[in-house]
């Protein structure tokens, strides 16, 4: 199947900024979508953005201004640059891909193991 690693999460202080990455091991599979949840403790998991195979982009409201999202298809790559951070923003972001089976025959949603973003005041 397909594996997603993140990295770039850590500890800044409030107005700085982080860049969260996310590769993908895709044989077999086309990354139809790739984008950036977030769970904050005792919160639901939520969309941060994401973006489609050719380059349109959806965010949050909460973020929106301050993160932005590309992707590097030749590499499976998707990049989640974000700045002006506010202590709110801390939580642990996970990656996220809908793939499609080169067969076409099918699609599911892969998960990356996620990565710890703390913004402190």
């Not at 590499?75 to 801390?90: F, G, H, I």
């Amino acid at each position: 199947q397909v594996q997603l690693v993140e990295s770039g999460g850590g500890l800044v202080q409030a107005g700085g900024s982080l860049r969260l990455s996310c590769v993908a091991s895709a044989r077999m599979f086309s990354i139809v979508v790739m984008g950036w949840y977030r769970q904050a403790p005792g919160a639901q998991r939520e969309l941060v953005a994401h973006i489609s195979s050719g380059g349109t982009t959806t965010y949050a409201d909460s973020v929106k201004g301050r993160f932005t999202i590309s992707r590097d298809n030749a590499e499976n790559t998707v990049y989640l640059q974000m700045n002006s951070l506010k202590p709110e923003d801390t939580a642990v972001y996970y990656c996220n891909a809908v793939l499609r089976h080169y067969s076409g025959s099918y699609s599911y949603t892969e998960w990356g193991q996620g990565t710890q973003v703390t913004v402190s005041s």
